[in-house]
């Protein structure tokens, strides 16, 4: 008599959870668009460098014969515009040392900045969106996700150091730009010279006030084009 066959038994493949296989791939996503974010960082890099080209001589700046009096309101307002057409981006860069220095000064406010920025950078900005964000296990649309930004960000401005800080960097900065423009004489810049339009983040920053003859020469261009 031939021995009987072993019993084969039933094997039962696990069904996988939707929960956990969502939750897999949104945990094997990347937290950030990387060439985004590489794109924004080399595209900044390169308006920075462009606008630091910009820059006035630092000699040309602190000129002490240049340095009068104004002898009325009017003047120094009509000094502070031409000089801040002259010196801007020497102005900007002064303001954003005192920035620098005054959030250095105050780590505690410079940590909670920095967390805020990140919190922007990879929950919204730069975050893919797809898969959608989940935290705690609750799934955060893209408007519910800008709105808790927001909100965290009017905390951490209105009910923490970091706003102090800010408004009293820039007001420190903004007074001693203003005064030396007050101060210094414009008669000895070239202000009549063609200044290089400035391009990307930087291009709110230029002046409204351009020569007439720069700004009639195009018109016929423009109207062969039309």
């Not at 019993?7 to 969502?22: H, K, Y």
């Not at 606008?51 to 000699?59: L, M, N, S, V, Y």
């Not at 800080?165 to 007074?175: D, E, F, K, N």
Request: a neutral charge.
């Amino acid at each position: 008599m031939s021995p009987s066959a072993p019993s084969i038994l039933p094997i039962s493949v696990p069904q996988v959870n939707a929960a956990n296989t969502a939750a897999n791939a949104t945990a094997q996503s990347p937290p950030i668009a990387t060439p985004a974010f590489r794109s924004f960082i080399n595209h900044l890099h390169d308006q920075v460098r462009n606008g630091f080209a910009q820059r006035r001589p630092w000699a040309e700046l602190v000129d002490r014969s240049a340095f009068t009096k104004p002898e009325s309101l009017s003047e120094a307002v009509q000094r502070v515009r031409k000089n801040y057409s002259y010196f801007r981006v020497n102005y900007l860069s002064f303001v954003a040392l005192v920035l620098a220095f005054s959030l250095l000064s105050h780590p505690g406010s410079l940590i909670i900045l920095l967390a805020l920025v990140a919190a922007w950078i990879f929950l919204y900005l730069f975050r893919p969106s797809d898969p959608p964000l989940v935290l705690f296990g609750r799934t955060f649309s893209e408007r519910e996700t800008l709105g808790i930004l927001i909100v965290f960000s009017a905390i951490v401005v209105f009910l923490t150091s970091v706003g102090s800080v800010l408004i009293s960097a820039l007001m420190v900065g903004s007074a001693i730009v203003c005064a030396h423009g007050a101060f210094r004489v414009p008669e000895d810049l070239f202000l009549d010279e063609q200044v290089p339009e400035a391009t990307g983040f930087l291009s709110f920053l230029g002046g409204t006030n351009q020569n007439t003859s720069a700004v009639a020469t195009p018109a016929p261009a423009v109207a062969a084009r039309v």
